[in-house]
């Protein structure tokens, strides 16, 4: 067991590592170290980022050995510098960063030959191993919405999303009652997914499908940007600061509405779900429409709970790890995919495309549940608590089966447009 454990983790490293790869080697050296946008990055500093992170906790803590580059520990910490003002420090170039990562990842798979996979919370289930997985994971999403900030020729390619078999439309109804909210048993779960608690969620409805190209054009042509009664204080002040007029990368000519995706401009499909929302435009939206966002409470019991057994899954469909037919995930495609292309991806109750295509907003903070402890360190989560966030559940198109499950949280500010965030919409039953 412990070997096909090893063997897994091993794969899980490699096939990250060849998506990081593709996401840097995809563009020259001076769109590697040129910030696209003050919201990110520059990608070479996210780059040498995940092998900081894998050095820090795999080659010195997990394998107690020695610092490869104690020098570049504060350069490429994400609490020490802002992202918009990182292009001015001293980072590593392209060839030192590929270098650099290369070397970690050996001593790190050299460790992973040796250690024991037990006999430690940090190790148990590979967890620290799995923990790594997902932070590269979660930065080569990030680059990902880098490369669509990006101007220039495409440099991006993948096949389109499927097509829509089955029709989708409607609400669902979800009873009330107790559920199982979170995980103790999910080995690679994160601090904030944890622990498994009971949770009491009176009955509402929730829609079948995330809010649609189509359906969000017809709040634009209603004057939703316009009217301040459908948005929130805060909200409204942003979208008159802001200059607010429709999802990020909306763009309209003579013709009608067009959409720029990673370089390529085409018009919107109306089938797919609206990406590139902030938190304020979803809940406009949603006041406009007479509902309301979810709950992450409501989110997750739609996603989980099966009314037959009582209990909650790991995902929609069930326990079994997520596959092409399942859900919209790891960058196979480059756009959510039209409601209805994944009927295999169903909740018990009928909810579709919960998992992959956009993330979810929802309208909770960012809060622990009862009995959180942080680990292995509090900047994972808990300092972020109580903070101006608010919750996006689910994953998108971007996003690694490694780094999202029907517990996985993720979180932002309510301003947040450039991650690829859609939404829902719920209402009283």
Known sequence: MTQDLRLTIAAELERTRARTALLTDAVDEGDLIRQHSPLMSPLVWDLAHVGSQEELW???????RDPLRPDIDELYDAFKHARKDRPALPLLNPTQARAYVAQVRD??????????LDGRPLLDGGFAFGMIVQHEQQHDETMLATH??????PVLTAPAPPAARVPVSGEVFVPGGRFIMGTTTEPWALDNER???DVEVPAFYIDAAPVTNGRYREFIEAGGYDDPAFWSERGWAYRVKSGLVAPLHW???AEGWHNRQFGRISPINPDEPVVHVCYFE???????????LPTEAEWEKAARWDPATGRSRRYPWGDDEPEPRHANLGQRHLSPAPVGAYPDGASPLGVHQLIGDVW?????DFDPYPGFVAFPYREYSEVFFGGDYKMLRGGSFGTDTAAVRSTFRNWDHPIRRQIFSGFRLARDA
């Open 58 to 64: 795999l080659v010195r803590d997990v394998g107690g």
């Open 107 to 116: 001593k790190a798979l050299d460790v992973l030959d040796r250690v024991r």
């Open 148 to 153: 669509q900030l990006r101007a220039g020729d």
């Open 195 to 197: 622990p498994a608690h």
């Open 251 to 253: 763009l309209r000519d």
């Open 282 to 292: 979803a809940e406009a939206f949603a006041n406009w429409a007479g509902k309301r």
């Open 360 to 364: 979810e907003w929802c309208s909770s």
